[in-house]
């Protein structure tokens, strides 16, 4: 026999075996898949394991056992895979880390991915919205903000990134981040998506947002033709229309009461204490619908509608006779803020100073702000700062950290004390550093008190880029004025939103520049607008400084 037909044998063997071989591979790879899909996860993880042993596709079994094992065991699989070579996370296997470390809320190893992913995954929106919704849950809102951004502006009709930005505005303190958020949420509210629905049911709860005629008509029509009808959609859609038709009060109440009641007495009993339909309230928990209310529901129901008419004995009765489940801390705090409404004093009640000596003793969180705000609203306040300084002691998380802080600002700045009001938002950023509006205050007020650092200029030169249609112009252009940068002041003002000349700080801002310009006009125009009342005692100075200056040029 010659060599040439063994040659051939043995070719045509090894052709065979190979085909077999690559056939069993795909086999495998596939059961794989298919195992995946159907949520077997151990029998995934067995078909991949086989060719990652034996065949030659290696990476694509890994990235298959890798997705099952994040199903099968999410822990174990985010520490395993975030200490994984780079090189070999595939988009697929990155994106359901996010995904899963996302659901699980943990995120200690999340940027080894954004490393893995950005170059490749830079401009996906799935990327984009799952970093953003991360970055927002790790306290990191720069970052949030500018995934958001740059997947907005590859598709601007992103529901859930419209949602977000719109749920993001909402919690910043300032009127005009409440009419952004506005837009943002009209817009996620014109898709017929959950998410959609979920911007519509804000816009019609929050009522922090300015929302005009047309708005509420729009917002009803919305509602009324989503696919998804449920009874929070119908309360929200009943409180539009007692805002668009007051004459219809009682009856639209009616027949909420009537449609809503039975299912959601607990939705009902809560929706007519926010509209202070009190009679409604109390005639609802006396009625069968009612029923299934708990009973420390049902007083707490009857106390509040008690306490909105004006009610004050009956509640305390209410307190006293069914309020058995209050322990003494509670109810000493109840009966501080009903002692209050009945006397009107120039120092605190014995009830507070009782309530306070209980909730600093037990370290009371909840129940100290409660009696710090009491105090602050009635002008106690120097209780008001202790109470709040309490509370700043026994707070454990960030957030009860960050209330506590900003509550002290707010106090000390009402009652002009720049420095202490600086303190106060320094602490706060160093908890909440990304939060713009503080920020501002904070580089405002420290202006105010000394002469602006290049630093701190070029701070808020940032954060007047990061949000040109803000207050921020203002306080930059005093800042700029401050340290005799005129023309760039000047440039600064020209560019402010005029509503913002309602602010008296933002006024004194424009009549400072105008006088260094010789504009005794504009200076005299402001400087007339303004009460001395409203400034601190720094701007104060600045205002008579310039008043005197008016009526020498």
């Known amino acids: 026999m010659s060599w040439l037909p ?61 997705l099952a094992f994040l199903k099968l065991t999410p822990e174990a699989a985010l520490e395993t895979l975030a200490a994984a070579d780079k090189s070999t996370i595939t988009p697929e296997l990155g994106l359901a880390y996010l995904r899963q470390s996302l659901k699980d809320r943990k995120f200690d190893r999340v940027e080894s991915i954004y490393e893995a992913l950005g170059p490749t995954l830079g401009g996906e929106p799935e990327y984009l919205f799952l970093q953003a919704q991360i970055e927002f849950l790790r306290n990191h809102t720069k970052q949030a903000m500018e995934s958001l951004d740059r997947l907005l502006a590859i598709d601007p009709k992103h529901t859930g990134a419209l949602l977000l930005k719109g749920q993001y505005l909402l919690a910043q303190p300032t009127p005009l981040a409440s009419l952004q958020a506005k837009s943002f949420l009209r817009r996620a509210g014109s898709s017929h998506s959950e998410e959609g629905f979920k911007a519509l049911i804000l816009l019609g709860s929050r009522f922090d947002i300015p929302m005009f005629e047309n708005d509420r008509e729009w917002l009803l029509q919305s509602l009324d033709e989503h696919a998804k009808q449920t009874p929070l959609s119908r309360i929200v859609i009943a409180t539009q229309q007692l805002i668009l038709t007051p004459d219809q009060r009682d009856t639209i109440i009616q027949n909420t009461v009537q449609s809503e009641g039975v299912a959601e007495p607990d939705l009902v009993a809560n929706w007519l204490l926010s509209i202070g339909a009190y009679d409604a309230m109390l005639k609802f928990i006396n009625s069968p619908a009612a029923a299934p209310l708990q009973a420390d529901q049902r007083w707490r129901a009857q106390f509040q509608a008690l306490i909105g008419q004006g009610q004050v004995d009956e509640a305390v009765a209410v ?87 900003n509550q002290l600002f707010i106090i000390h700045a009402t009652q002009r004390q720049t420095q202490e009001a600086l303190d106060a938002i320094n602490q706060y950023l160093a908890l909440q550093p990304d939060n713009h509006a503080m920020r501002n205050n904070a580089l405002y007020l420290d202006a105010l008190l000394a002469t602006p650092s290049q630093e701190k200029l070029d701070q808020m030169q940032a954060l007047v880029e990061e949000h040109p249609n803000s207050i921020y112009p203002a306080s930059y252009a005093f800042m700029l004025w401050k340290v005799g940068q005129l023309d760039a002041a000047e440039h600064q003002l020209e560019h402010l939103n005029r509503r913002y000349l309602k602010v008296a700080s933002c006024r004194l801002s424009n009549a400072l520049v105008a006088l260094d310009r010789q504009d005794r006009q504009t200076a005299e125009a402001m400087l007339n607008s303004m009460s001395a009342n409203q400034l601190l005692p720094e701007e104060k100075l600045l205002f008579e400084q310039a008043s005197e200056r008016v009526s020498q040029l």
Do not use: C
């Open 319 to 405: 307190l006293n006779e069914e309020a058995r489940d209050l322990d003494q801390l509670k109810r000493a705090t109840l009966l501080a803020h009903i002692e209050s409404s009945r006397q009107v004093s120039d120092t605190p009640t014995q009830a507070w100073r009782h309530a306070y000596q209980i909730a600093e003793k037990q370290q009371a969180y909840d129940e100290l702000m409660s009696l710090a705000g009491l105090s602050f609203r009635l002008g106690w306040i120097n209780e008001s700062i202790t109470a709040t300084q309490a509370a700043l002691q026994t707070a454990e998380e960030k957030g009860q950290k960050s209330r506590a802080l």
């Open 6 to 66: 063994v040659t051939l044998l043995v070719a045509v063997i090894a052709g065979v075996i190979g085909a077999g071989y690559w056939f069993w591979q795909h086999r495998e790879l596939n059961l794989a898949r298919t195992a995946l899909e159907k949520k077997e996860y151990q029998q995934a993880i067995a078909h991949a394991d086989l060719v990652i042993a034996f065949g030659w596709e290696k990476s694509a079994a890994q990235e298959l056992r890798s």
